[in-house]
Every structure is written in C-alpha cells, then in structure tokens.
C-alpha cells in the first residue's frame, strides 16, 4: 500500500485506505466534477506513525478504564492520546515524501492548503460521524504543515470522536485516519447541499449558504439562507433569507478570523437564482453518478463553483421502521414557547437543559431537552444523552441538524432566542418536524394500525416526477392520510369543516356575534389535517357551497336564494366579493390567518373555486390583505380551473396566481353542457373527462401557464379513475395530480410506468 496518493488516483472503494472524505473526493474528481487538487496520506501513514512512536499502548492504556458517560473521563483520556500524537516524531522518510508532494502542488513553491481528517469509517451510508475530526484552514508553510497532519491524526480521539464510536458501536482500534491535503479554496460564499430533504424526504433540494469560509456556517455559528429546489422541474420553490452579520475570512498571517459583513449585503440573499439553479443541477448529477441521496460541501471562489466533500445521506428512513414515531397530534390551544426551523422530526418531551461555552458536558442528563446557542462536534457526548436538541443558530446542514437526525431524536435549529425564552428545569415538548416547542409534557398516543399499515405501503413505490398529493375531505382521516407515499394536499375542502364542527350558516353565526367561534372551529379544523402533512403544503380550497346546500344549512334560508339552477349560479368567487357574503368569507380568510401564523402552520395555502374573471381576483387577493394575508415564498394563491373562461384566459389569470388545479368534473360540465348529477346524460356519454375536448382544454392550461412559469395540477377524480387519463396528463406536462387516498399507491404505479415510457421514447428517437 502506498503511503502518500495524490486525489485523483482514489476512488470511492478506497475508504479501507484513504477513509470516506478522500475516497469520496477522487470518486467525484474522476467523475469529471470540480474538486480541488490535492493528495492524501492513507492509513499506511497512520500506521507507520502509530508504530515508530508506540502510540496503540498509550491508546490502549486510556481506554482502559473509560467512563463514557462522564466528561471528564472522556476528556481525560483525550488529553493524554492527544499529547502523546502531537509530541511524536515525524518518520525523516515519510516527512521527506508529504513535503515532496506539498511543493509539487504548488509548482516548487510552498501553497496554501487545507488539511483536512479523512476517517475509515466516516462519511458511510449509516453514520457520517459529522465534525468528528479536526480541520486546518490556510496552512502555508512546511513545519505548519507536519503539526496539522500530527493534530489530524490525534483528533480521532478527541472526546467526541470516543463518545460518537460507542454510541455506533465501532471498535477504537479499527478506526484509522487518513489525512487530505488540499489546495485551498477561500470562498466568497459557501455551504452546504442535501439531495433530498433529509427531514420530509421528499425529492427537493435543500441548498444552504453563507459569506466566507464554510467552517462558521457548518459548525452552526451562523445562520445561513436555505433554498428549496424541485429536483425534477429544475425550479426554486422556497426561499429563508438569513441575516448574515459576520463571515470567517483567512487573515492576513493566515488563521480564521471574523469579519463584519456590509450592512446592505447582510440580509440579501447570498446567491443568485442562477447560481442557485447551477448548484442544483450538479448536486442531481453526484447524486446520479452515486446512485443515491448525498450531502455535499461546496464552496464558491470568484464565481467558480467547487465540490469540496460529498458523502451519503446518513439519516433516511429506508423502510426500517426507524421512523414509526408516535403521532404528533397538537392541541391548537398549546403555548408554543419558540418557533424556529424543523430539522430532525420527531416529538419529545423532557426538561429543558441550558447549555453556554465553558460548562461542564456532565450538566446534560439523559432525558434532557440541550438548548444551547450552537452545538459544536465537542458537545456530542452530551448530545447523545439528549432526548431532544434545540439552538439559537443554525440551518438545515449544521452540526446540531446532522448529529440529531443520525441520533433519531427532534431538532429545532435557528430559533433565535430559545435559550432565553425557555428556562433550566422548565418542562417542554419539542416537535422537531414543525420546528416549535411548547410549554408542558404531552403525552404519547399509540399509533393506529391503519396508520402502521398506510406507512409501510407506501415504502414499496415508486418516486415520480410528477408531485403526487391526496385529496382530503374528513379532517379526522388526515393522520392516516399523512401516511401515503404524498407530497402534500392538493384538495382540502373547507366545506368539510361547515358540515363537520359548525352545522350552521356563516351568516348566522356572524348576526349573533358568534364570529369568533366561527373562526376558532375553522381553524381548529385547518390545523388538525396542517398538523398531520407538515410541512408538506395543504391547499385549502374555500367554500364552495351552492345555494340549495347552504340554504339547508341551520339559519340558511334567511340568507340563500332560491336559484333555478345552483350548480351553474351564485357559488366560488361570486359569493366572496357580494356585501351579503363578503364577512362570512373573511371569517374563513381570518382562520387561515389564525392557523398559519398563531399555531405556525406556514403550510396552509389557499385555492378559490369557481372563478369567472380576472377582477374578481384581484379583489378577494385585496380582501386577503386586508386581513394580512399576502402571496409571497411561503403563502400561495391557486384558482381552481373549472370554468372554461380561466382555459381561454390562461395568461391573464396566471398573473393574479400562483397556480391552477383543474377540476375535472365542472370542467367536463361545463364545456360539454352536460349535468353532471345528470343519469341520463352519463349513460349516454356526455359526461366523460376522457373527451378529446377536454384533454385539448387541459393541454392548452399547461401550455400557456408554464409560459407564464405558473404550475399546473390537477384534484379532479378523473386520474383516481382512469390510468390512460393519467398518461394523458404525464405527457401534457402537468405539474401534480391529487387523488383520492384510496387510489394513491396504484396512480402512483400509474404515474411512474407513464415517465417511463417517455424517457424509453425519448432515448430511442435520439439514438
């Protein structure tokens, strides 16, 4: 084995000799991705460093009466394995070939590096011990150079490293180090890319990113901005825009120091939408190359984009049951104490524990809720005997996020004020998937059967590049329904929630000074089914009641007309912008209000039926500001296509929305003329959503909305119903199909063979 590579040479089935960081990083340099040059002492190196200074005795005796649980046990020993590989002497041969290689990389002259911890079992598919080892930034000289590689191989025994392989069951002894030497990179931005989100997993890319060097933002000590990438359809679908007061720079005799960021750079956001969408699109490639999800490092040095690190995804479920947590059921009437971001799911309760720098480990109990401001790789044995993590900083890709979702236990992250909102022994219970902590203990419920048998259906299919959603009519079956292999709610009908908990006309309540009620029971009922798929999205389509069905309602008949014929009169849009309605439907506008921003559920979002014009539109959007309500990154407008004028008035209405579903149904109903409640006219055929006309109307929809850039998405029963309808709307282009819940896993199947058989096509008519 030789005992110095250069990077290029390594490939991922050399992790035995050069661990997962190096191996993984000549994977992707041979691959052809931008990776910055360098070469790596395998762990022929290790040992022959091992064995000239007899450090395995001085390992062994350490460890020999190791008490884990303590801190200073674990520091203890650390101090004394540490000492003894930084004091060692350097074998005359091998010091000779590693200062050889450093000056060939600089062409004769000494160059700036990063050395850099590569681990034997590091950066595996099931533990990707996270800011385990030690790195050094900006090393430029020759005896600088030989400590760092020294201080490399100690720190795989720094207390946290000991703490981590127990809790992973990995034997000390057969762990060895490899060390990377690399040209270094002093990025303007950089950060940190998901190829699936590790907390939903659901096929978006999660991109995070940060001014400077990537050390601040990956240790926690900054918040970075966070952007949601569809995968598929190469779009950003989100956006949290940090405000970045410090970067970490290379100083000017070489060590990290902090830098204050330009106030007018500080809250913008770090990266353009272009380079956004370029990352992307080469985090699909590595993930392609792989074969599987990946978490990847990168950094951008003027304009130049480089993949640093990239290893798999430690913490996906993967069918194994890992994830058959308890159902997090909340109370809509809990105090929620913090808010901040969702980053390793799950639900527990225990008391809080305040953590700041220079405490002792040994304050953390097991059962603990660890607030602190950041986590760091040192804090890890306290981590693993936390029931739950929550800090004031910190993004999706930080240290806390990472450990906590390889621990399986709820984290919250970039909370801002939680270690002084929230007090040492003060009972909580964090919910990690909603990104909220409330006050008191709740209890855990026992999942349902229906629930466990749902969840391990879904593991058998497919993923499609169409979205796949479920429609939902009964709030009580949203538990179960969150279970389906779905990427949210494509149809909640808010009628539903009159039927179910109000049984009682808006109209009638609001006259008897009953609007709080109203408001209270709607959102109540929002929330309940916003709970259960967050934070996948919920379009709430609003009431859509004719006016026979209202007026059947209890106080209905003061308040409805009777109408010749209700199916085509004063319903949707018509009702909300009319002085006898207008309150009621600010009571539902309200209640969205409450659910979104009193209980945190940013999920919700909102659909109007039965739209006839453009004006319309733009007075309920008017209506929804008046109760703070505005479409933005996390809050969005659809228009149910239904009426036939939104098919010829595409490019109009896509301008006052944020996306269309088509209703299938009144939209046959409509361009056919024929009464779907009619037996006559379905038996004869008349209404049939298979009908060429209606496929052109749909077809045309999508044309003209994705020249818009608005997507499209279907909730009609149409593709519950009929398989070649699906292939239809796959090869139209549309963006989402919700179903039925009944028909999900089989659509799904549908869906898949439908791509499928395009991709087939395609590859054939370009060979």
């Not at 084995?1 to 050069?18: H, Q, T």
């Not at 990168?298 to 984009?305: C, I, S």
Request: a negative charge; glycine letters at 8%; hydrophobic letters at 40%.
């Amino acid at each position: 084995m030789k005992r110095i590579m250069s990077i290029k040479d390594l490939g991922v089935n050399d992790i035995p000799i050069a661990g997962g960081k190096a191996a993984n990083l000549g994977e992707l340099t041979s691959a052809g991705f931008d990776v910055p040059p360098g070469f790596v002492l395998t762990t022929e190196s290790y040992d022959y460093y091992l064995k000239h200074n007899n450090l395995a005795t001085v390992i062994e005796n350490a460890l020999a009466d190791l008490d884990v649980s303590s801190d200073t046990s674990l520091q203890n020993a650390s101090a004394k394995i540490r000492k003894a590989f930084e004091e060692g002497e350097m074998p005359k041969d091998l010091e000779a070939s590693i200062l050889e290689m450093y000056k060939k990389m600089g062409k004769g002259k000494y160059p700036l590096v990063a050395v850099r911890s590569s681990a034997t079992a590091e950066d595996l598919p099931t533990a990707s011990f996270a800011g385990q080892q030690d790195t050094y930034l900006n090393v430029s000289e020759p005896e600088s150079l030989l400590l760092s590689v020294k201080k490399c191989w100690s720190s795989l025994f720094t207390p946290r490293a000991i703490a981590y392989r127990v809790s992973k069951h990995f034997e000390h002894d057969k762990v060895k180090l490899a060390v990377v030497v690399q040209r270094m990179v002093n990025s303007d931005i950089s950060g940190i890319m998901f190829t699936i989100d590790p907390n939903s997993e659901l096929p978006h890319i999660i991109i995070e990113a940060g001014y400077g060097l990537g050390e601040a933002l990956v240790g926690g000590k900054v918040t970075p901005d966070t952007y949601v990438v569809d995968k598929f359809h190469s779009k950003i679908l989100n956006r949290r825009i940090s405000n970045q007061t410090w970067k970490l720079v290379r100083g000017e005799s070489g060590e990290c120091m902090k830098m204050d960021v330009p106030e007018e750079l500080a809250k913008k956001q770090k990266m353009t939408d272009e380079q956004i969408l370029r990352l992307a699109d080469v985090g699909n490639q590595i993930e392609m190359h792989y074969g599987r999800p990946m978490d990847i490092e990168w950094a951008m040095e003027d304009g130049e984009m480089y993949i640093v690190q990239a290893r798999p995804v430690t913490t996906l479920n993967n069918g194994n049951g890992k994830e058959e947590k308890k159902e997090e059921k909340l109370e809509a009437a809990r105090n929620i104490l913090v808010k901040g971001l969702g980053a390793s799911p799950g639900k527990a309760c225990g008391p809080v524990r305040i953590y700041s720098e220079g405490m002792s480990l040994d304050v953390v109990r097991q059962g603990d809720v660890l607030v602190t401001q950041m986590t760091t790789p040192d804090m890890v044995p306290a981590m693993t005997r936390a029931i739950a993590i929550v800090t004031d900083e910190g993004g999706m890709t930080c240290h806390a996020a990472i450990v906590a979702r390889e621990l399986g236990i709820p984290c919250i992250v970039g909370a801002n004020e939680a270690t002084k909102v929230l007090k040492d022994g003060m009972g909580v219970t964090v919910h990690g998937q909603m990104g909220v902590v409330y006050e008191g203990l709740e209890k855990e419920e026992e999942k349902p059967a229906v629930v466990a048998s749902a969840a391990a259906t879904a593991v058998a299919t497919p993923i499609t590049a169409t979205k796949i959603m479920v429609n939902v009519g009964v709030p009580q079956k949203a538990e179960e329904y969150a279970q389906l292999p779905v990427q949210g709610v494509g149809l909640m009908r808010i009628e539903f929630l009159f039927t179910s908990y109000i049984q009682e006309h808006p109209c009638a309540l609001i006259e008897q000074g009953r609007e709080d009620e109203l408001v209270e029971k709607l959102s109540q009922g929002i929330a309940m089914v916003a709970k259960a798929f967050y934070p996948r999205p919920i379009i709430l389509r609003t009431s859509d009641f004719k006016t026979n069905e209202y007026h059947d309602m209890k106080g209905g008949a003061k308040y409805e007309p009777k109408e010749q014929n209700p199916m085509i009169g004063w319903r949707g849009c018509s009702r909300y912008v009319s002085d006898s309605y207008r309150a009621a439907f600010l009571a539902e506008l309200k209640a969205v209000k409450k659910a979104r921003d009193e209980m945190g559920l940013k999920n919700v979002w909102v659909m109007l039926p039965f739209v006839r014009t453009v004006d319309e539109v733009k007075k309920i959007e008017r209506m929804m500001n008046d109760v703070g309500l505005y479409r933005g990154n996390d809050f969005k407008l659809y228009l149910m296509a239904e009426v036939p004028v939104i098919i010829f008035m595409a490019e109009e209405f896509a301008e006052v929305c944020d996306g269309f579903s088509i209703g299938s149904n009144d939209l046959t109903q409509l361009t056919m003329g024929a009464d779907r409640d009619s037996d006559i006219l379905g038996r004869m055929g008349y209404f049939d959503e298979r009908y060429p006309a209606i496929k052109r109307a749909i077809a045309h929809l999508i044309k003209h909305a994705h020249a818009k850039g608005v997507p499209v998405g279907i909730c009609g029963q149409a593709p519950s119903v009929y398989p070649e309808f699906c292939e239809f709307l796959v090869r139209a282009g549309i963006d989402s199909i919700s179903l039925n819940a009944d028909t999900v896993v089989k659509t799904i199947n549908h869906v898949a063979a439908a791509e499928q058989r395009m991709i087939l096509e395609s590859i054939r008519k370009n060979l």
